[in-house]
């Protein structure tokens, strides 16, 4: 089975935004709970692809700028919802509901983070980058756990979801819309980045950061950007998962949530645009139909994987395209 | 064509002045002075593991030296990275092959164009459709007698193919000093015929410090060569000097025949 990639492409979009328009005509808010699950995790390993697919570099501790973006809108929220005020030293403010403003910062907060922790991680390679991007999502996690200011373990629920002007956003399918656009709009510039001058130096680094070296640019610099850019996608899914929860809590900043990253991708399709896209998709109806038979689902996962690894090395793209994926 | 650069006195382009390098108790290069002069190929001959890929690494920036300086285009380059000295117009080809397997022959040639120009951050644009970068990339693969085979992957390319390659790579970064490290390892006669008479008039346009096996070939093109034995230069001088030295006929030559 050969099919051309951009008509995969367009299927897989039109049909996650078929499903919750069918849904909100037959009245099933929950798919459309789902679908917009989907659309969040898809986001947010569309982030990791970034570095991962093109790049090479292989995160495992992508939670850490889901759990950022997550906490963002959280501690925003929460201020606002209690009218307390949030001092930042140099200034303080009441927080926000305002989910532009949220995202904003999420994005703000991953990037420098995402700056701070790659000019450490990105000296090494390998099993190295893989155990010190952990160790950095973990440190997130413990601290997040002993914050009890915001709920410590027990995490922190946002009563009412945050507004977005000129939506309802607790109408399930407006906020789907809300999500897709934003889904739609990274993948347009993760598909224009692929191609660019950037793109194809980021990819060579990834083949051999050598042959980068001796055409006079510096790969660093190259994964740096990237791992930015990949940090703050992820860190802006986090925020508009916590606002689809109404909930943040420690568990976005888990490991387990990393490696679903992971596997999301490698379902889908490394490097590929729409490899997250198919992965999340996957992940999800999976999550959802299995789950209620076994609360062991995660060993069809398991399946799922082994078969890819073994049988479809570009996931479900490359065994629909007969390409292989990128080799990281 | 760009034009010699030319040097002040008679310059050297490119000179090393004592350099060292040990690992652990390897001397790999011991007190290594050597320069490349505007308009000459200088081979640098001698027998396997007698340094050569190491002192090519420390020049290009790869490997930093124990001591000694580094210097080009009157500049010392010795404290500067790999990608910094290819941006000052040091050209290099590998051993083995370093090309982006999963790619086309044009996308590799690209990167280079990519590096020459420094036009690496932009993020819309595709790289293929911006006719500057593929000006420039057809070019090096038109004088390599790469065109053809511009859009298949790099993969499925022979093994001369990739030497051309490297070659053309390296030739969209217009270098003022190529160091080419065994440009004809594992080539054919005819490959390596070819690719001799493209390195010959390659010599007007930059100067070539050239690490090479294939003896027919270095005697064809050096205008000098120095010996490498031991991690020291034993020799340098004119094909006819450095052939009659009864020094390196012991030391090497006399091995091979």
Known sequence: MRLNETYINAAVLIG??????????????????????????????????????????VSFGHALFFGLGGYAMGILAYHAQTFTMLDLGLFSTGGTKMM???????????????????????????????????AFAQMFYYFSISWSQYGGEDG?????????????????????????????????????????????????????????????LNPMHLKLVAFVLSGAITGLAGAMFA?????????????????????????????????????????????????????????????????IVFFARGGVIGLLTGKEGAHV | MSDQVPQPDGQPVLATHGLNKAFGALQATSDVSIDLRAGEIHAIIGPNGAGKS???????????????RIEFLGRDISALPAQARAKAGLGRTFQISQLCMED??????????????????????????????????????????????RDVTCANL??????????????????????????????????????????????????????EHDMDAVFALADRISVLVYGKIIATGTVDEVRSSKEVREAYLGEAA
């Open chain 1, 100 to 134: 532009p403003i949220i995202w904003l910062v999420a994005i703000a907060v991953s990037a420098v983070i995402a700056f701070l922790m790659g000019q450490l991680v990105l000296r090494t390679g390998g099993v190295y980058f893989i155990m010190i991007t952990l």
């Open chain 1, 156 to 216: 922190l629920s946002i009563y009412v979801r945050n507004e977005f002007p000129g939506l309802n956003t607790l109408d399930p399918i407006q906020f789907f819309g809300i999500c897709f656009a934003i889904l739609c709009v990274v993948l347009l510039l993760f598909s224009r980045l692929q191609t660019s001058p950037f793109g194809l130096a980021l990819n060579a680094t990834r083949q051999t950061a050598k042959r980068v070296e001796t055409v006079g």
């Open chain 1, 243 to 307: 606002d689809l929860n109404r909930f943040v809590s420690p568990t976005m900043f888990s490991w387990h949530l990393s490696g679903e990253l992971i596997i999301l991708i490698i379902i889908g399709g490394v490097g590929r645009l729409m490899g997250p896209v198919i992965g999340a998709c996957i992940f999800v109806v999976l999550e959802h139909f299995l789950g209620g038979l076994t609360t062991y689902w995660h060993i069809f996962l398991g399946l799922i994987m082994l078969a």
């Open chain 1, 16 to 57: 996650l935004l078929v499903v919750p328009l069918w849904a909100v005509m037959v009245d099933e808010p929950f798919t459309i709970t789902l679908a917009t699950k989907a659309v969040i995790l898809a986001l947010a390993a569309v982030g990791l692809n970034l570095i991962l697919g093109i790049g090479g570099m």
């Open chain 2, 104 to 149: 086309t022959v044009l996308e590799n040639t690209v990167l280079g164009a990519i590096g020459e120009t420094q036009g690496v951050w932009q993020f819309w644009r595709p790289a293929l459709k911006t006719a500057d970068l593929i000006a420039r990339a057809e070019a090096a693969l038109e004088r390599v007698g790469l065109i053809a085979e």
């Open chain 2, 158 to 211: 022979s093994h001369g193919q990739r030497r051309q390659l490297e070659v053309a790579v390296a030739l969209t970064l217009s270098p003022k000093a190529f160091i080419m490290d065994e440009p004809m390892a594992g080539l054919g006669a005819a490959g390596s015929k070819n690719l001799t008479g493209f390195l010959d008039g390659l010599r007007q346009e930059a100067p070539i410090l050239l690490v």
């Open chain 2, 54 to 68: 190491t002192l090519i690494n420390q020049i290009s920036g790869g490997l930093a030296p124990d001591s000694g």
